[in-house]
């Protein structure tokens, strides 16, 4: 994750933080019992077969690494569905201080003891705690290396091997664990997961620090807690970012609110209007999808859909709402609501600013006939493409004022007569494909599920 989170990992962290103060759904409570409960069982399989002796402890620095590991874990940094931790700068000394087997039982007392005072201020529920057992599995892995290696070596190639497969064994147990979690929550894919394994290089780049500092910590017990200051910047810089993904996402959540408020004052001024745009918005994020679009183009499509006829409340309501076809002097004050629409859009700014740009052109031509810039095919933005098929679908299904309602088969054809010329072909035919009879659309798409087209896109359904 990089300075600028995407929409996507933005609505990620959000959900992350909601889902803290709420109960488990039934979909976390059957991943917390696979994964939680198999890291149970691993952690007693591991004590059982190798029973800790009590030669291999050393109190006094097993304790200043394990106070270190909880300090350690309150340094987060919110990332995806999770966060990442400097947890390896206490982690990999408490693994050379305690029996090898002891070790995923010490991280997860670790975890309890770091995250006690959130449940304490209501900010995580008691029941969420469960998730820590699951937390540790990347404990399980060295534990199990070095436990079979049994003491360290003093050759230097065999100690390498050894240490080389134990941080192998760590990052495999813990992206099996949190792959498991999220296909089994978020039904997240292989390849959706392999993505983020970017932040597995942290575990990676501060493991020699902690080899040092393990190194040294049988002579200096305490020489662990020299890392506690770096871990007080760590927190400090993670505390930071917390704050800057927060306000990334009230942004967000103003944009949307300034969009549902355009879309109120376009509802007041013309109840049609508001019905139509709510229409456009479900059925052009269908296309969106299929289309393959990022998070970020789906929500321009969206915001677009749901505003592209807000400048029709600067033309005057004789013309908008008149019984019968326009005049030529009408049709071109009706034609400058695109510009209006635009005009209004890039007062607000932002992202806002190229949702105009969609509103400006969705009234353009395939075959560049269209206004007001006469654009022809790949010129015209795709999210306009989409929005005038879908638009005229839904306009041509609708009774307007100066006509009733085309029968679903009349607007099919229509459409196909007009592919090419007027609308994107590749667009009407996933347009007619999505607008079968008796076909209830799947609705908003995941980065929208408490945004505009959920809170006010009517599931569209077809008339046969």
């Known amino acids: 994750m990089g300075l600028d989170p995407s929409l996507h990992e933005q609505k990620l962290i959000a959900e992350t933080l909601q889902r803290n103060s709420e109960t488990l759904s039934p979909a976390e409570r059957r991943a917390e019992a696979i994964v939680s409960g198999g890291f149970v069982i691993a952690a007693i ?21 394990w106070l270190a590991l909880v300090v350690a874990l309150r340094a987060k940094f919110d990332m995806g569905s999770g966060f990442t931790v400097p947890s390896q700068l206490a982690f990999v000394p408490l693994l050379f201080t305690v029996p090898a087997s002891l070790a995923p039982v010490a991280v997860v007392a670790a975890l309890v003891v770091a995250y ?12 969420r705690m469960l998730r820590f057992l699951g937390d540790g599995w990347f404990s399980i892995g060295p534990a199990v290396v070095l436990s079979v290696a049994g003491p360290m070596t003093s050759a230097p190639d065999t100690a390498v091997l050894v240490l080389v497969a134990a941080l192998a064994a760590q990052l495999a147990c813990d992206f099996g664990a949190s792959a498991g979690v999220e296909l089994l929550v978020r039904g997240a894919t292989l390849r959706e997961q392999l993505r983020e394994t970017w932040v597995y290089a942290v575990d990676v780049a501060l493991t020699p620090v902690g080899l040092l500092v393990a190194w040294h910590v049988d002579e200096m017990p305490w020489a662990v807690l020299s ?25 967000n959540y103003a944009y949307r609110g300034t969009a549902l408020l355009l879309g109120n004052v376009v509802e007041a001024d013309d109840y049609y209007t508001a019905e139509h745009c709510r229409g456009v918005v479900e059925l052009a994020l269908e296309i ?37 076809k326009l005049d030529p002097h009408e049709w071109q004050i009706i034609k400058t609501h695109t510009l209006e629409g635009q ?34 095919a790949g010129a015209i933005p795709l999210e306009a493409r989409i929005i005038t098929a879908c638009d005229s679908w839904n306009a041509m299904t609708t009774t307007r004022s100066y006509r009733e309602a085309l029968s679903a088969d009349d607007a099919r054809r229509e459409l196909r007569r007009c592919a090419g010329t007027q609308f994107d072909p590749e667009v009407v ?27 006010i896109a009517p599931t569209l359904h077809v008339q046969p």
């Open 45 to 65: 399989v591991l004590l059982v077969a190798f029973a800790p002796a009590s030669a291999a402890w050393n109190p006094p620095a097993a304790i200043a690494c």
């Open 227 to 251: 890392v506690v200051p770096l871990l007080g910047v760590l927190a400090v810089f993670g505390r930071e970012r917390r704050g800057r993904v927060e306000g990334l996402i009230e942004l």
């Open 116 to 127: 006690l005072p959130d449940v304490v201020r209501g900010e995580l529920r008691p029941v």
């Open 343 to 376: 005009r209004m859009l890039d007062q607000v700014g932002g992202f806002m600013s190229d949702v105009g740009r969609i509103v400006r052109s969705h009234h353009e031509r395939w075959d560049g006939a269209g206004y007001p810039d006469e654009l022809a």
């Open 429 to 455: 035919a996933l347009v007619l494909d999505a607008v079968t009879p008796g076909l209830t659309l799947r609705g908003a798409p995941p980065h929208a599920q408490r945004g505009a087209a959920q809170t």
């Open 288 to 324: 969106g999808q299929r289309l393959h679009l990022d998070d970020g183009r789906l929500r321009n499509l969206e915001f677009a859909a749901l505003l592209h006829d807000v400048g029709k409340v600067a033309i005057p309501k004789e013309i908008i709402n008149k019984p019968g």
